[in-house]
């Protein structure tokens, strides 16, 4: 079984600044994949970034960049030049290769001030 | 990109009464999709894997009968939440991993159908 844990439930950031949302994992697979999806207020569930777990090299897509730490099970987003654009609900997920389908984290709400 | 559309957005039915939820695979094929259900502030829980010709699988602790889910073509899957309680108000949604990626592309999410049961 997978469990992806967010012990953030709300983060606040300055607009332009730089925030990190934290998300641990647990599995008993060697090939899975972690995931960060945005979802807005419109609900719609946004990929954000994509990590596989056999690579080393962490993941980046513009301002938003991973740290994947392996062996702590730990999957970290760090948002840069935060954008008003930015404010969501963002959710950790893993698959596993074999299984296919998403767990979730319980989420973290972002804002972005002025 | 790939495109899942999700309807309706939006429906409201006595309780008792039994709603379908469709969520289509535009434009690519769609051999598993698979439903979610997501009460307010709070996360995405698996209720089913569905798969294309075959009986869909259903997480720990969801009722087959009463979430019915058939997906007949690569391109459509249908949920329909039968006899429906209060209780059963939340925010379904659905998600499909185009077949022709691999099974470790991303999945492609609907825009969601928010139940009320009144």
């Known amino acids: 079984a997978q469990t992806v844990t967010q012990s953030q439930p709300e983060m606040s950031v300055q607009e332009a600044e730089t925030v990190t949302l934290s998300c641990t994992y647990d599995t008993s697979e060697s090939d899975y994949y972690l995931f960060w999806y945005k979802q807005p207020p419109s609900r719609q569930m946004i990929l954000v970034i994509r990590q596989e777990a056999y690579k080393q090299q962490n993941a980046t897509e513009n301002r938003f960049s991973v740290n994947f730490q392996k062996a702590a099970k730990s999957f970290s987003l760090k948002i840069s030049d935060s954008q008003l654009g930015d404010a969501a609900m963002y959710f950790c997920a893993s698959c596993t290769g074999t299984a296919s389908k998403l767990t979730f984290g319980t989420g973290t709400r972002l804002q972005v001030t002025l | ?118």
């Open chain 2, 1 to 118: 990109g790939a495109v899942v559309s999700q309807h309706p957005s939006w429906v409201i039915c006595k309780s008792g009464t039994s709603v379908k939820i469709e969520c289509r695979s535009l434009d690519f094929q769609a051999t598993t999709m698979f439903w979610y259900r997501q009460f307010p502030k709070q996360s995405l829980m698996l209720m089913a894997t569905s798969n294309e010709g075959s009986k869909a699988t259903y997480e720990q602790g969801v009722e087959k009968d009463k979430f019915l889910i058939n997906h007949a073509s690569l391109t459509l899957s249908t949920l329909t939440v039968t006899s429906a309680h209060p209780e059963d108000s939340s925010f379904y949604i659905c998600s499909a991993r185009d077949a022709g990626a691999g099974v470790n592309s991303p999945l492609h999410f609907g825009n969601g159908t928010r139940l009320t049961v009144t």
